[in-house]
T-cell receptor
Framework: QKEVEQNSGPLSVPEGAIASLNCTYS??????FFWYRQYSGKSPELIMF????GDKEDGRFTAQLNKASQYVSLLIRDSQPSDSATYLC?????????????FGTGTLLAVQP | DTEVTQTPKHLVMGMTNKKSLKCEQH?????MYWYKQKAKKPPELMFV???????INESVPSRFSPECPNSSLLNLHLHALQPEDSALYLC?????????????FGDGTRLSIL
């Protein structure tokens, strides 16, 4: 059974701090890794994706991937109250016509003003 | 604004009704997906269409019937649903390449079964 694990939180950080969200996955052959943000009652919104080991930065967001440790993380710098949401880690073990996402249970982030 | 459009946004139906959910994308994606999401849970994959053909059915009950009329449209036909089928139904689309591609979600249809 392919699994993606996240701490459900809530993760509480003060405004302006760095929020660090973590995710581990079980399938060593996984190729693609995604972070989605989901506000309460809304649909998931793609934040970042990463394919290769190392860091990938986009504005205040940095995704980090360590395939040897089967670990993906998302850093949010200068956290804002508007960042308060559930962050879903998703992993795609396959590509092509069977592009299936396996989601973690999500981490609830609360940024305190 | 989302580039994947779902209609209707809300749907209330009885257990004997027949209804359809619709999804449209104009991003040129050739893979489309239906997910079901219950409160405080992650999305659960139901169906995947690749090049307008059903490629994955995650053992979904036959009261849910997907249809992909063309590369831009995806429907989910509903019949004889149960109260436990009440959920947010999400459509997504993606490119098809050698490794997994980002999936882009629509706003969802919130379905309530009476």
């Amino acid at each position: 059974q392919k699994e993606v694990e996240q701490n459900s939180g809530p993760l509480s950080v003060p405004e302006g701090a760095i929020a660090s969200l973590n995710c581990t996955y079980s399938d060593r052959g996984s190729q693609s890794f995604f972070w989605y943000r989901q506000y309460s009652g809304k649909s998931p919104e793609l934040i970042m994706f990463i394919y290769s080991n190392g860091d990938k930065e986009d504005g205040r967001f940095t995704a980090q991937l360590n395939k040897a440790s089967q670990y993906v993380s998302l850093l949010i710098r200068d956290s804002q109250p508007s960042d308060s949401a559930t962050y879903l880690c998703a992993v795609s073990p396959y590509g092509g016509a069977t592009n299936k996402l396996i989601f973690g249970t999500g981490t609830l982030l609360a940024v305190q003003p | 604004d989302t580039e994947v459009t779902q209609t209707p946004k809300h749907l209330v139906m009885g257990m004997t009704n027949k209804k359809s959910l619709k999804c449209e994308q104009h991003m040129g994606h050739r893979a489309m997906y239906w997910y079901k999401q219950k409160a405080k849970k992650p999305p659960e994959l139901m169906f995947v269409y690749s090049y307008e053909k059903l490629s994955i059915n995650e053992s979904v009950p036959s009261r849910f019937s997907p249809e992909c009329p063309n590369s831009s449209l995806l429907n989910l036909h509903l019949h004889a649903l149960q109260p436990e089928d009440s959920a947010l139904y999400l459509c997504a689309s993606s490119q098809i390449k050698g490794r997994g591609q980002p999936q882009h979600f629509g706003d969802g249809t919130r379905l309530s079964i009476l």
